[in-house]
Each structure stands twice: as structure tokens, then as C-alpha cells.
């Protein structure tokens, strides 16, 4: 089982920059790949990022690409999302998830543990 926290969420002006972390519990957070959705209000969850186990992949959603970058450390059980030049249509509840390996990385279906979300607003 793994337990995710998220944290660094916040209020920022177009343009600026936040780094959201998620801590993760449990001794095997190294052999999940993990993954960053968003979750507007009256829209569905959407794929932000993803990382696998190891870190030497990477995947990220159109929208952001360029600006937002996911990394973990394994041996401090965390993983982050640095979100530069932020839009107001980046403005969402984000979520950190934990993926068994299984499935696609972009669909939050193939999601076994999620944290309880942190907020990012950006304001025009």
C-alpha cells in the first residue's frame, strides 16, 4: 500500500511559477511509476504527468509540455511537478498518483493510490 501527501500548491499570477511535491509512504514507491492529474471544476481529470519507476522516462499532456517537469527521488520517496509560465487555464485541483506499472501512464484508470489533491490557482 502507499500513502500520497501533496504539497506547494498555492495562488500565482500568470506567468509565474509553483512546484507541487507529493510524499509517498511505504517501502516499495521505487517499483511504481507515478503520475500528476488535474482536476478542473465541472471537468473531468486530466493527465498532467508521468515518470516511471526509474525516472529515465517521462510523459506529459500537450497542454503542457515545455513548461511543467516531473521528476522523483526514490531514496526520499518523492516526486514533484515544477510548473513554469502558468496559465489561468492551468487552475486546478492537482492530484499525485501511484501506477502498479500497469496500463497506460495517461489514464488515471490504471491509478492505484492517489493523494487527496492540493489546489493551484492562477490568477490573470
Known amino acids: 500500500q502507499v500513502q500520497l501527501v501533496e504539497s506547494g500548491g498555492g495562488l500565482v499570477q500568470a506567468g509565474g511559477s509553483l512546484r507541487l511535491s507529493c510524499a509517498a509512504s511505504?517501502?516499495?514507491?521505487?517499483?511504481?511509476?507515478m503520475g500528476w492529474f488535474r482536476q478542473a471544476p465541472g471537468k473531468e481529470r486530466e493527465f498532467v504527468a508521468a515518470i516511471s519507476w526509474s525516472g529515465g522516462s517521462t510523459y506529459y499532456a500537450d497542454s503542457v509540455k515545455g513548461r511543467f517537469t516531473i521528476s522523483r527521488d526514490n531514496a526520499k520517496n518523492t516526486v514533484s511537478l515544477q510548473m513554469n509560465s502558468l496559465k489561468p487555464e492551468d487552475t486546478a485541483v492537482y492530484y499525485c498518483?501511484?501506477?502498479?506499472?500497469?496500463?497506460?501512464?495517461?489514464?488515471?484508470?490504471?491509478?492505484?493510490?492517489w493523494g487527496q489533491g492540493t489546489q493551484v490557482t492562477v490568477s490573470s
Open positions: 511505504g517501502r516499495t514507491f521505487s517499483s511504481y511509476a
Open positions: 498518483a501511484a501506477n502498479r506499472g500497469i496500463g497506460c501512464l495517461k489514464d488515471y484508470l490504471f491509478y492505484d493510490y
